[in-house]
């Protein structure tokens, strides 16, 4: 008889989970997984693959626009809100499939329903209790909203991808990722955008060029940015909210959607009866190799707040299979990560911002571009895109790199692997570009920018 019902129980089938599940399986383990809502978590469900469906579905409103530049007669072309979030559930449904089917094949018990840890080896899902040589907790997050009056008429991140209609005006609420790609989305379909952010720049941690010219160009499409002011409470007035500022000003919409930041979704599992050390945000406390604090149960993805990102916590999730299973101990590498924000025009980002550079090396070079692409000589559309590399000094590496324009996220994955590589300035001068495109920027960038005026003021 095994002394155990699995050798490995997951909490959670987001990407983390499952990735750990499979590699896990696939080494011999036997294997179970409890989820309580949707197979393939945040990322597939309400996260980055309904989200860059629906900036698709925004970004026709411009294209409609410029195919007039290139002799194109388009009819006044009609949005319908049902037919893209029917469409969109119907991909989303295929995909939860295909993650159950993933995991049938990897042969995995997926087990329907909540999981609570009753010992360090032993998990309940409802009347069942099943124990376990190793735990994995994947419980990913959850959006939060600060605590005022009228807090719970906004909705969050997790509502807006289920409207019953798009909202004629809506008003969106922080600064981070999901705020600006949701104030994209709704602006692109059609909606009247207030983008409200509590500090004086959003995007707070991307490079200052990109935060400004992102915010420039937001601007110019029409979406209505209110920095340095914040939300004191919302009501009901006349079948609209009606939101009272920081600065003593109204504005009302029929729709306020909070993108305030998410938490770990760690609140009821009992990790405190079981020695399981969380931050005070929630976040499972983990090494290097994703070990919580007790030997046999590990954490990764969004519950231990690192990097939070799906492809991180794929590694992550790999990592921990390879490490217990495989008998080849691996760490996730959290460093020179890659990330993308589909905003409009979107951003693509790999290594240090020119502030961190500045902090680690002091002097750096920096090289930056911002032009009219060529698509829109024809289009007559106003926007630029933004190109920029930091250079260590000394080793004449590139060590940052960040673009504001369209493809951000294609363009940016490839120049990751050169920043990951160690690759030089030169060998970035001595790689052909591509004519004509964007990206071949990159490789012939030669002036360096002048040293910045030391008295210039940089929001933070
Ligand atoms: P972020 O942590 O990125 O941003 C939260 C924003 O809300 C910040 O601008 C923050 O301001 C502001 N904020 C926090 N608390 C308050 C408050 N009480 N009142 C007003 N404003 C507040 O969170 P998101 O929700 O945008 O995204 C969560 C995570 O999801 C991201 O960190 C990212 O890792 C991931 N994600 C990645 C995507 C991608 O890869 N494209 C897309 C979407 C999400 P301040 O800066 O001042 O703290």
């Given at each position: ?54 900036v698709y579905a925004a970004h026709y409103a411009e294209d409609f626009e410029d195919a007039s530049g290139f002799g ?218 994703s070990r919580s604090t007790v030997k046999n149960i590990y954490a990764v993805g969004d519950c231990t707040d690192r ?5 991180v916590a794929i590694k992550e999730g790999h990592a921990v299979a390879e490490t217990i299973f495989n008998d080849n ?132």
């Amino acid at each position: 008889m095994p002394k155990f019902d699995y050798d490995l129980f997951v909490i959670g089938a987001g990407s983390g989970g499952v990735r750990a599940a499979r590699i896990s399986a696939g080494h011999g383990a036997k294997v179970a997984v409890a989820e309580e809502r949707y197979l393939g978590g945040t990322c597939v469900n309400v996260g980055c693959v309904p989200k860059k469906l629906l900036v698709y579905a925004a970004h026709y409103a411009e294209d409609f626009e410029d195919a007039s530049g290139f002799g194109w007669t388009v009819a006044k072309p009609e949005f319908d809100w049902g037919s893209l979030i029917a469409a969109k559930d119907k991909e989303i449904k295929r995909l939860n499939g295909v993650y159950k089917k993933m995991l049938d094949n990897a042969g995995v018990d997926v087990i329907e329903g909540t999981a609570h840890l009753t010992g360090t080896n032993q998990i309940s899902v409802g009347e069942r209790t099943y124990s376990a040589k190793f735990i994995l907790i994947a419980c990913g997050g959850w959006p939060t909203v600060p605590e005022f009056p009228g807090h719970d008429l906004a909705i969050t991140s997790n509502e807006a991808f289920f409207l019953n209609q798009l909202p004629e005006s809506v008003i969106v609420v922080g600064g981070g990722y999901i705020a600006v790609e949701f104030a994209g989305i709704f602006h692109g379909l059609g909606s009247r955008v207030s983008q409200i952010y509590r500090g004086p720049l959003f995007l707070r941690g991307f490079d200052q060029d990109v935060r400004k010219t992102l915010a420039e160009e937001m601007t110019n499409k029409g979406i209505d940015l209110k920095f340095n002011q914040n939300i004191e409470r919302i009501e009901h007035q006349n079948g609209r909210l009606e939101a009272r500022m920081t600065d003593g000003t109204s504005a009302s919409a029929d729709t306020i959607m909070y993108a305030t930041g998410r938490r770990p979704k760690t609140g009821n599992l009992g990790l405190q009866n079981i020695g399981v050390q969380t931050r005070e945000n929630g976040a499972i406390v983990v090494d290097a190799y994703s070990r919580s604090t007790v030997k046999n149960i590990y954490a990764v993805g969004d519950c231990t707040d690192r990097i939070n990102l799906t492809p991180v916590a794929i590694k992550e999730g790999h990592a921990v299979a390879e490490t217990i299973f495989n008998d080849n101990p691996t760490r996730p590498d959290h460093i020179d990560v890659p990330s993308a924000v589909f905003s409009q025009p979107s951003i693509g980002s790999v290594g240090l911002t020119e502030d961190q550079a500045r902090e680690k090396f002091g002097p750096v070079d920096v090289y930056k571009s911002r032009f009219r692409p060529m698509k829109h000589t024809l289009s007559g559309r106003a926007e630029t895109t933004m190109m920029k590399l930091i250079v260590a000094p000394q080793s004449e590496r590139v060590i940052g790199c960040h673009m504001v324009g369209p493809d951000a996220a294609e363009i940016i994955q490839g120049i990751a692997i050169a920043i990951k590589s160690g690759a030089t300035k030169s060998q970035f001068d001595a790689t052909m570009g591509i004519h004509p495109s964007a990206a071949e920027e990159f490789v012939t960038m030669r002036i360096k920018e002048p040293e910045p005026d030391a008295c210039e003021s940089v929001p933070v």
